[in-house]
């Protein structure tokens, strides 16, 4: 029964369509519940460090349920993506029209962005594609060739844009982050295209299918649904990949491997990403707060992923950190003293 707790993932979509039919504040239900109600929930509920028994494990990798579920929420985020589309237009006041908007953002993070990073973690094909639709939704398909072959990669290290160095604002991070992945995206298929004896503007590079697609989709929405539209496209897009930064300023903040005299750095270890066990920023994100295992095991799916303690804590989940960062003072005074004891 442990299991069902992942089916949380659908107080998102609950939350959103109230959002889409309902009036005045009641428009803002998702950032209530996710940004408010769940961080002052995680403050006072106890974080939950046990991982699964070796005959726990044993079920869970092989039990389909996961998997389905996953794949379950990329009719939903379609669906409601091209309701929002069709519908924005029809809020009645400014306000109703500022929580509808913000309301899709935060699906196209939580489920566009992070659903499909779980998905693009995985060997199968198949499941690589689901997680570029899902990146589609936010324009941010880039993510996938960085993210696997990149980041993994550098990650604590000053050559990862999305590490954050202490001390560095969240504001300042977007930019670098995000522009610093998509150029290191282009980077790491073209050194690919050179591997494999291929042009570096051949539809083998990732790159140049992802930018075309993307340029269609965008396309579609002008002609088909209209220019304002495909403003509010890129809107709620944006408002995906503040989410994604936000999560990569918090997962690695301050965190770096030692470099050795050879100017490699040590390998990556579970020291090297903040980690949360307040339960339900771990079920709403698929364990993505459990980064330590993460990036140990980056092959290691969702329901498996487990806590040790060697991992660096930190003071709440995931949710209350993302609101935390926006506040940049604040978030150093609580932070570097929790760097300074890892």
Known sequence: MRKLKYLTIYLLPLTVQISFTGEGLLT???????????????????????NLDENERALAANDPFYDWLLYSMIPVQIGFLVWFLLSFQHAETTIELVGRTISMGIMCGV???????????????FEQFLGEILLLTSLENHFLPYHNRGHHNNVATPRDPATARKNEWLYSFWVRSHFGS??????????????????RFSFHNKMIVYTLTQFLICTFILVVIGKTALVFFLIVALGGILLLETVNYIEHYGLLREKRENGTYDRVRRIHSWN??????????????????????????????????????????YPGMMLLALIPPLFFSVMNKKLQKN
Request: cysteine-free; proline content about 7%; hydrophobic content about 40%.
């Open 276 to 317: 949360s066990n307040h339960v339900f920023g771990r079920v709403v994100l698929f364990e993505l707060s459990r980064h330590s295992d993460h990036h140990y095991k980056p092959d290691r799916p969702y329901q498996l992923l487990e806590t040790h303690d060697e991992s660096p804590i930190m003071p709440t989940g």
């Open 28 to 50: 803002f239900l998702p950032l209530v519940v996710f940004f408010l109600l769940i961080p002052f929930a995680e403050l006072l509920l106890k974080p939950d460090a046990r």
């Open 182 to 199: 998509y150029v290191q995206a282009w980077q790491i298929e073209f050194e690919r295209m050179h591997i494999i004896g291929k042009s």
């Open 111 to 125: 489920i566009g962005i992070n659903i499909g990073h779980e998905l693009g973690h995985r060997t199968n094909r």
